[in-house]
């Protein structure tokens, strides 16, 4: 008895096509895992070394005038003329604008007319006292002879009081005299001093350069009404130019009065300039959390001009030499800072106390790693515990 055959017999067609889609398959798998979602995580890896580390801080920075001022008048009034223009250099002293005196110069006047009053009255206040005087003493010796006849009874005592009586009013008169006198003498302090006011403030309508400077604003024209305290033109000293940098709180250890620093212009990129930390402001900005300080030129370039941008790094001490990594090599893993070590093809995050930071992207490793381990530095995509990696000497990025 013969057994019928289970299986349908395959024309050659047939079987070539299931040997296509197991190749396709193959194929498919094999791109998966090669260079699909499923493929291995190309990295390049370090390996742990000693070395120094030269920290630095980074930050941008502002033009800025140390001594500026602002000229304007101390009483309010009309602009007259103004003689400079922006850009213009000043010199100390010189005259910048008036402000129209309007009724000052009759004021003064009338003060001198004062003045030659007063003086007058003093004139005849001094012409009373030698008077009052010259009387004084004539009462004082007829006084003293009355006293003597009067003694010897040859007048009579209504005599000799009327004689004390002329004394007394004598001494009142010349005592008036003098009081009127040093009346005269204050009222002339009093006019003098209004006189010697009138003119300073006259001479305050001149608006005068406080120092050598640079014009840098002219914010009122001929016949402008100005109130006191307005600016009318604004100066600079050139020479007093410093930049206002503001960096990173949290990346601002080492900040120190005295650091040198490389100081590169927005205007200028090709050139850097030297300089160097001056001050420290006490007051930092709690908004964009950052730490305001002063850098002051070496040497003020040229033609620089307030408001414009500086790149500047700070150079601080070097740290003594210890183990280091690339920063590229540091992760965050939640509130934690690591590296990725790589050991018998498995991956172990380890977290890291690092310290200073250079500019040439290196950064010093304190604790949680040990000289000679390979750690992870450039990765294709994120990394965790169970990732498969393929080791590469380098990335390619590829276009889009």
Known sequence: MKLSNRFPR???????????????????AFSLLRAGPLAPIKVTVTTVGEGDVAPSLFGIATVEARRAYLIGPITAGRVLSVAVDV?????TGQILAEIDAVDFDARLQAAVAALARGKSTASAATALIRDGEAKARLARA?????????????????????????QASAEAALAAAQANASAAAAEIGRLQGEYAALQEQRANLHLRAPADAVVSARDAEPGSTVVAGQAVLRLIEADSLWLRLRLDQSR????????????????????ALPGKVVRLERLSDSITEERVALVAFDRVPAELSVGDLAEISLALPVAKAGLRLPNAAVVHQGEQRGVWRLQAGHLQFMPLRLGATSADGWVQVLEGIAAGEQVVVYREKPLHAGSRISVVEQLVRSGK
């Open 87 to 91: 850009g213009d250099s000043v010199k």
């Open 252 to 271: 601002s250890t080492g900040l120190a009065v005295g650091l040198p620093a490389q100081i590169v212009l927005r205007s200028n990129a090709a050139n």
């Open 10 to 28: 395959l024309t050659v067609r047939q079987i070539g096509l299931l040997v296509l889609v197991v190749i396709l398959l193959a194929a498919f």
């Open 142 to 166: 007829n006084t003293q002879r009355y006293v003597d006849l009067g003694q010897k009874h040859f007048v009579s005592p209504s005599a000799v009081e009327a004689r004390n009586q002329e």
